[in-house]
């Protein structure tokens, strides 16, 4: 007479083999899962270099999400936006916030370029100052899809300037001054006015205002250094009248 297994062996292999199936369903759906986020998965740059300050100051889309700490000290805030090209804004916060979503444009891709300074100052109850934030935001073409490129290195484009301009420094353009912690850039003109700009940061745009500021017309010598380096970046340009005109033989 054929032996029979007991019962409860039986019992135990089967809910064994049910077991082993769902373990290798779950194996199988996780590794799906996996595959198909990977998949999914867009790349994004992941900058961790404090001192490269100039990613950090460029605008690629038209608002941004300003975001703070908020100063325990203070019962408000002020928030102050200035443009090179003349915008002016102003916001005012009476609690305590921690963001503030600015409408830097309202097209999808800026009509000129702009640099602006923004100041975030904390008052308490009394309306005295008890602190306060400070950072430069660019606005750039090249930022906003495909940039123009001139490679024509002596074309007359490249020695002109007829309206404000957003100049970038950048340590990192020369392998010799990466150990840099400054940046001084002079502008001359022609007729002996001279502006020397010192930065704090060694990467980042400066925003030269050149219309209604005095600067006039003519040939403008800038020269970019960094201090404790010997490198050093000049440029030539000139600013042309503005309207047409006519020469007469």
């Known amino acids: 007479m054929p032996a029979r297994l007991p019962k409860t062996t039986r019992t135990e292999t089967g809910t064994m083999n049910a077991i082993g199936r769902a373990a290798a369903l779950a194996a199988a759906a996780a590794i799906v899962g996996a595959t198909a986020a990977d998949t999914a998965s867009t790349s994004i740059m992941v900058n961790t270099s404090p001192s490269y300050g100039r990613h950090w100051m460029t605008v690629f ?22 443009g090179m ?45 008890v602190g306060a934030l400070t950072s430069r935001l660019a606005v750039v073409t090249g930022a906003f899809g495909a940039a123009a490129v001139n490679a024509v290195s002596n074309s007359p484009a490249w020695s002109k300037v007829k309206t ?9 353009f020369s392998e010799t001054v990466t150990n840099a912690v400054s940046t001084r850039l002079v502008i001359a003109n022609e007729t002996g006015k001279v502006q020397t700009n ?9 925003g030269w205002k050149i219309r209604n500021s005095g600067w006039g017309y003519g040939t403008f010598d800038l020269t970019l250094t960094f201090p404790g380096a010997t490198n050093m970046w000049t440029a030539e ?5 503005d309207g047409t005109m006519f020469k007469m033989r």
Do not use: C
Request: proline share 3%; hydrophobic share 40%; net charge negative.
């Open 164 to 172: 404000n301009v957003v100049i970038p420094y950048d340590a990192s």
């Open 198 to 206: 010192a930065f704090a940061d060694v990467s980042g745009y400066y």
């Open 237 to 241: 340009l000139t600013r042309p009248l």
């Open 61 to 82: 889309t038209n608002t941004v999400d300003l975001s703070w700490d908020w100063s325990t000290n203070a019962a408000m805030a002020r928030l102050d936006i200035t």
């Open 85 to 129: 090209n003349g915008t002016t804004f102003t916001t005012h916060f009476t609690k305590a916030v921690s963001n503030y979503l600015w409408q830097v444009f309202a097209s999808d891709v800026p009509a000129e370029e702009d640099v602006y300074d923004l100041t975030l100052t904390f008052s308490n109850n009394a309306n005295v100052v």
